[in-house]
């Protein structure tokens, strides 16, 4: 039991003879044990020194090793859900001395990549897709004549999910040759909760009494066998074997401990999913900001106390959207729903229909897996539901997989939706109660981590519908700023003497601002921490041409592209986001039309 994280490189002579996982298969069963320890502490050594994900890699390190050992990866097919857990399987994938640049611009990315190694057969970062790539892949198997193996590794947390159903409810009628292994942890990020949890839960105590989880995946025609201990290789090897060797669609039930092996991660596993880098002690800590996302807590209890038609809607991000101290103030009102994003929108559209007021809480990247839900549940029906979209525009190390780069051109579209992009923390939580006192399906997008740093007035004030807010009066150009880029903006335009608004609001435009700004400069400049493709630069265009204004326009924003993991400010300066960049491009556009 590992009780601190190794600050230097151990020694794993064993992990270090496995090249690949051709080289583990050669393993004498006997030494599974101790290549288990090694790889274990290579983890923690190697997570303490790039940060990263980190309880659920801990817990399938057994099964990680199992799984290559008997399988021919990567012929035979092994997809992880989510993609959390897949730091142990990078290691033994010829990819342990690259493991000191994970999420690291340039080096291995966080959660399994197609075009980083043929060992990765699916890209992963989102939840519960893994049952149906793997079987997707067993069907091409069967059809080509192929007799590889597929394997889909899922927790718990991501059978929560419908679409986990959905491929379960096929997979029976392809007779295809999948083999599902659940990894029960009882956790997703945070504990589990909904009827399949307990459902598990209470099976797992009960076997003596003849009671397994059995009856509910034969129902659905697969195979089912276990629980086996996850950390027992004398247990987890035969039962793994006969599975994958078995025709048709098998269940395989691994109980596993999240942060297995590490004594604070067992203890916390919750508060050590995922771990920062260890800095040098003698490096003097940053002062601590707010982040955005405690705004919105605050915001939340804030306006709960006095509105009792509020409830909080979250799809199993509690502690990532920050409604930590909402579930506890308020219990009754908070609704957890598990990892069921378009369950948690059609939910919020039911309570809407009877004069409550959902706020549902979740990331931009998660949205887009319920954009049906809000069209035809939500915004057609012109419902009272408020959005709080955390995670929007550029998240840094957890790459393009979490970015939320799309939410504005998905939400501008649709008629009668407020859409709204609070600059700093105090617009944040003016904006939200903007949004909640309108009447009707808003939106409020807001970045991942710490803004400016300042004081929050917690009073609820309301800002005008569509009214932006000049800042500086300039020449020659007007920088109209969407969101919080605002600092970078505010650098630029004292450098190039330019007239700076912010916009506020993407839906509605402040046509009359734009309109002034467009009679009385050169060039017109949005600015963005979204898609330019379709994004506030887009409606700003747009309103230009239907009002048939000719001033030019400069759109800076996310380019055309895949951003890859990085920090967030070496992706701003890529994208050319940055002051240096964001001058550079003004620049230019001016001199060609001077």
């Not at 994938?93 to 399994?112: H, Y």
């Not at 049952?131 to 997707?136: D, V």
Request: proline residues 6%; negative net charge.
């Amino acid at each position: 039991m590992f009780r601190e994280i190794p600050t230097s490189r151990p020694q794993t002579p064993l992990l270090d003879a496995i090249t690949d996982p051709a080289a583990l298969s050669q393993l004498p069963q006997s030494d599974l044990a101790q290549l288990a320890q090694e790889l274990r502490a290579y983890l923690l050594y190697s997570v303490g020194q790039t940060g990263g994900h980190f309880g659920a890699g801990l817990g399938v390190i057994e099964l990680t090793i199992a799984l290559h050992y008997l399988l021919d990866t990567p012929n035979d097919h092994l997809v992880w859900d989510v993609g959390h857990q897949c730091y142990p399987h990078k290691i033994l994938t010829e990819r342990q001395l690259q493991m000191l640049s994970i999420r690291q611009k340039g080096g291995l990315a966080p959660f399994p990549k197609r075009a980083e190694s043929p060992y990765d057969d699916f890209g992963t970062g989102h939840s519960s897709t893994s049952i149906s790539a793997a079987l997707g892949m067993a069907v091409a198997d069967k059809l080509r004549g192929d007799n590889h193996k597929s394997v889909a590794v899922i927790g718990d947390g991501a059978m929560t999910a419908g679409m986990a159903f959905e491929a379960l409810n096929h997979a029976a009628h392809t007779d295809a040759n999948l083999l599902v292994v659940l990894n029960d942890n009882e956790m997703s990020i945070s504990h589990n909760i909904g009827g399949l949890a307990s459902y598990l839960s209470k099976n797992l105590t009960s076997r003596s009494e003849g009671e397994t989880t059995a009856a509910l995946f034969e129902a659905l025609d697969f195979q089912y066998s276990g629980p086996v201990d996850g950390h027992n290789f004398d247990e987890l090897l035969p039962a793994l074997d006969a599975a994958l060797n078995r025709p048709g669609p098998q269940f395989l039930h691994v109980v596993t401990r999240k942060g297995k092996g590490f004594e604070p991660a067992e203890a916390d596993p919750v508060g050590y999913h995922a771990l920062t880098k260890i800095e040098p002690k003698h490096k003097p800590a940053a002062p601590k900001r707010e982040k955005y996302c405690n705004i919105f807590g605050h915001w939340l209890c804030d306006m709960a106390r006095d509105e009792e038609e509020l409830v909080g809607i979250t799809p199993a991000m509690r502690e990532g959207s920050d409604l930590i101290a909402f579930s506890e103030k308020y219990p009754d009102r908070y609704f957890d729903v598990a990892i069921a994003e378009q369950h948690a929108v059609t939910l919020a559209a039911g309570m809407a229909c009877r004069e409550m007021k959902p706020v549902v809480a979740i990331y931009s990247t998660f949205l887009q897996r319920a954009y049906d839900q809000l069209v035809h549940d939500v915004v057609i029906q012109d419902l009272d539901v408020l959005f709080a979209i955390d995670r929007a525009g550029l998240v840094g190390e957890d790459g393009s997989t979490h970015a939320g780069c799309f939410d504005v051109s998905m939400l501008r579209c649709l008629p009668g939706m407020v859409v709204m992009t609070p600059s700093d923390e105090q617009e944040l939580y003016d904006l939200l109660t903007t949004g909640y006192l309108y009447p009707g399906p808003a939106a409020v997008r807001y970045p991942r981590g710490s803004g400016s740093g300042i004081m929050v007035e917690r009073r609820p004030r309301k800002i005008n519908l569509g009214r932006s807010k000049a800042l500086r009066r300039g020449e020659s150009a007007a920088l109209l700023n969407f969101g919080p880029l605002l600092p970078a903006a505010k650098e630029v335009a004292e450098r190039l003497n330019l007239t700076l608004v912010d916009m506020r609001f993407v839906k509605p435009l402040d046509s009359e601002m734009i309109d002034t700004l467009a009679e009385e400069h050169q060039l017109l400049v949005t600015l963005e921490d979204h898609s330019i493709q379709g994004g506030a630069g887009s409606a700003v265009s747009e309103y230009l041409h239907q009002a048939g204004l000719a001033t030019p326009l400069l759109k800076l924003g996310i380019p055309d592209r895949w951003i890859e993991h990085a920090t967030r400010q070496e992706q701003l300066t890529e994208c050319g986001l940055d002051a240096d960049g964001i001058a550079q491009a003004i620049g230019e556009r001016l001199a060609q039309l001077a």
